[in-house]
């Protein structure tokens, strides 16, 4: 059969009223999804994971894993135990073990006669390019690890990193994983205010970043955001930090602090090319990754080392179908994020992969630069996010046209629900109609993929993520726990631990019992909607909590609302994620200003300098990622009795749909005058 011939499956219908309610309208009103692209017959024969590795899973899921990891991962001292849940819900794995994570991405790789392998092409945003070997990797680490312990950086002290994408970034993690410290990646886009809470929260020792990056073919600054991040502030507690090593990227001029800065290339340079990994237990914290959560304070997500490389390296080897010696691997994801974790960093580099890394953004200079960067370096597979392909599909397809991708042999998606026209457009203008495409489903919290096709086994539908990977458990269940039929809609639930299961929020182990695990004692409750097609596969439709999901990036309502009523104008906010074609979801706030400023809205321009103000403002607290794409000035918010705001009204509202059922209101002739307000259109976007 042709590859470009679907066969027919039964339907993936989606309807509305799928239990949790509240998932973003828009992902409900779904087709009826009747294709499914099974692999080629050539792909299948030749894929690392064939349809017996669900069987043997499912005979033995702990064995299965100790296979794993004892194929994939590289132990100083062998574990014994495979996985210790007596105190549950903080998981051991492999907990007997000992392991280096910079030892298993690189040291091993050489040791294994691998060391003139490209580990790295980069691309600079300005054209500026560096290939990096396994050897020459391992020399940069060792140096890097040499400069951290010189600057007094001690095995469980805890590093932030807040650089950007730069081969730099990737040692600077390896380095720190390397003696041991857990590092913690700020992503480059988040402001001085959201930098200051994070460091405080990690109680960092030192921060990593770099006088700037390259963005949209401008250098931005990053420094200046390190230095007020660490500056003393009044009711602030003094910081943790003693230095900052700085990397030279731009050349930029750059404020310095004597005893404090430090510049990377100096303290990389002047360090020994010979380092000895420090070997850590299996459940030594390998990072903490701050995300969004449903209130206004981002959680510390705490993972290890040994059960979290197990997985990165699983997945990543039998999701992608990697052959470390033949493909030129790519994932767009910042390490920022934790795709850039996980599928930069860690699961590539374990696995011995050729990767790229390109520093800026796919319009920079011109629509083509990713293809273009497809082309010139051969990549086979390419892992990015409905957002950038539904960009590319406005851009138009004409542009990926111009350039030989036909070396693309895998394609995945992550972050956010894929849009069935954007598979389809990803399948065929960028897969040449043969690429299958993998729409992997996981979150920060889980470390690694966790549902998704395998490329050699599974007929992709388009928009579905479909199938637990082999070792995973996961659900759709109702209200009681109780799974739900085929057919039937729910909440995303993972019913037995992962490897790579986070082990805990840093700090605070009640939040993470409260927030995972009381919804449905025992079991980790993800935080999204979901739906099973009456094939048992699995369709995402959404977070059913306080979570956005914005151009993939996870933000949180509550936090975006305290940012607003921290500014003098505002007496009451409420942060919803409306529906958006481009961006999945986009922020649109609606606000209540102080009496004494309510008057300042009444006129156009009025409106349009609050509206400004508060976007403005929402960027200097969280960061721009965060700005809201609407602001709406209102009389009154609609609540409840007991007072918690109905998001589903105003979201109705935010996207221009008739109000649902507002009996639950306290007053409920709140919506009418929110709604007479809004007649007069407003609009600020950038
Ligand atoms: C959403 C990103 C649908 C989901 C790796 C999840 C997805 C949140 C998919 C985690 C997908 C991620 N289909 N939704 N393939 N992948 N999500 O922590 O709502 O930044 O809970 O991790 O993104 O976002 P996070």
Redesign the pocket.
């Given at each position: 059969m042709p590859q470009n011939e679907p066969t027919t499956a039964t339907t993936g219908e989606r309807t509305g009223g799928t239990g949790p309610g509240d998932a973003p309208a828009g992902l409900e009103n779904l087709l009826h999804e009747t294709r499914a692209f099974p692999p080629s017959s050539g792909f299948a024969a030749h894929a690392n994971a064939q349809p017996g590795l669900y069987d043997q899973a499912r005979e033995d899921r702990l064995g299965f894993w100790a296979q794993q990891a004892t194929d994939l991962v590289s132990w100083r001292t062998p574990f014994t135990e495979v996985l210790d849940w007596s105190q549950a819900p903080v998981a051991r794995w492999f907990g007997d073990g000992r392991l280096n994570a910079a030892y298993n991405a690189v040291d091993r790789h050489v040791e294994a006669g691998h060391g003139d392998r490209v580990a790295i092409h980069f691309e600079g945003e300005p054209g500026d390019t560096r290939t990096v070997t396994y050897a020459e990797l391992q020399r940069e680490v060792s140096r890097a690890a040499n400069a951290l312990s010189a600057l007094g950086v001690e095995t469980g002290d805890r590093v932030v990193v807040y650089l950007p994408m730069i081969v730099e970034a990737v040692v600077a993690m390896l380095a720190c994983a390397r003696i041991g410290a857990p590092h913690s990646v700020v992503f480059g886009g988040f402001s001085a205010d959201a930098l200051r809470s994070r460091i405080a929260d990690a109680g960092a020792k030192l921060v990593i970043t770099a006088d700037g990056g390259y963005r949209r073919g401008a250098a931005s600054a990053l420094k200046p955001a390190v230095d007020a991040a660490i500056a003393p502030k009044e009711g602030a507690k003094p910081t943790t930090v003693e230095h900052v090593l700085v990397v030279r990227r731009t050349g930029q001029d750059v404020a310095w602090t004597d005893h404090t800065d430090v510049w990377w290339h100096e303290a990389v340079e002047a360090a020994d090319v010979q380092h000895t990994p420090v070997w850590v237990d299996a459940e030594h914290p390998l990072f903490i990754l701050y995300?969004s959560g449903t209130t206004g304070k981002p959680k510390g997500i705490l993972h290890t080392t040994g059960g979290y490389l197990t997985q990165a390296a699983y997945t990543h080897r039998n999701v992608f179908d990697l052959k470390p010696e033949d493909d030129v691997y790519w994932c767009t994801a910042d390490i920022g994020?934790?795709?850039g974790h996980t599928y930069v960093t860690y699961g590539p580099l374990v696995n011995g992969a050729t990767q790229v890394i390109y520093e800026g953004t796919p319009d920079t200079p011109h629509q083509g630069r990713w293809w273009e960067i497809v082309e010139k370096y051969g990549v086979s597979i390419l892992y990015t996010a409905p957002t950038a392909i539904r960009a590319c599909m406005k851009w138009g397809s004409e542009i990926p046209d111009r350039f030989d991708l036909s070396s693309l042999r895998v394609l995945g998606?992550?972050?956010?629900?894929?849009n069935p026209e954007a598979w389809m457009w990803y399948r065929r203008v960028i897969g040449g109609d043969t690429a299958p495409i993998v729409?992997?489903?996981?979150?920060?919290?889980t470390g690694a993929i966790m549902?998704?096709p395998l490329p050699g086994v599974t007929a992709a539908k388009p928009g579905s993520?479909q199938v637990p990977l082999p070792g995973i458990v996961a659900d759709v269940v109702d209200d009681d726990a109780h799974p739900v039929p085929d057919g039937g809609g729910g909440y995303l639930v993972l019913s037995e631990p992962w490897p790579s299961m986070l082990r805990g929020i840093w700090g605070d182990l009640e939040r993470f019992k409260d927030t995972y695990w009381s919804r449905f004692p025992g079991i980790y409750f993800?935080?999204?909607g979901a739906k099973k097609d009456d094939d048992g596969d699995i369709w995402?439709l959404?977070?059913v909590d306080d979570?956005m999901?914005i151009s993939?990036?996870?933000l949180s309502t509550t936090e975006i609302e305290s940012a607003l009523v921290s500014n003098e104008l505002v007496a009451e906010a409420a942060v919803v994620g409306a529906a958006d074609d481009m961006t999945g979801q986009a922020v649109v706030a609606f606000v209540i200003l102080r009496g004494e400023h309510a008057s300042e809205a009444e006129t156009d321009e009025g409106s349009a300098a609050i509206e400004k103000t508060l976007r403005d403002h929402v960027a200097q607290q969280i960061g721009p990622i965060a700005k809201p794409k609407k602001i709406l000035v209102v009389p009154e918010l609609p609540k409840t009795r007991s007072g918690k705001i109905m998001r589903r009204l105003l979201r109705d509202v935010a996207e221009n749909r008739a109000v649902g059922d507002a009996t639950t209101l306290a007053d409920s002739s709140v919506m009418d005058l929110i709604q007479t307000g809004l007649a007069k259109p407003s609009s600020s976007e950038d």
């Open positions: 995300t994020w934790v795709t998606s992550v972050g956010e629900p894929i729409d992997t489903w996981w979150q920060t919290e549902i998704s993520a993800a935080g999204d995402l959404g977070r979570v999901n993939g990036h996870r």
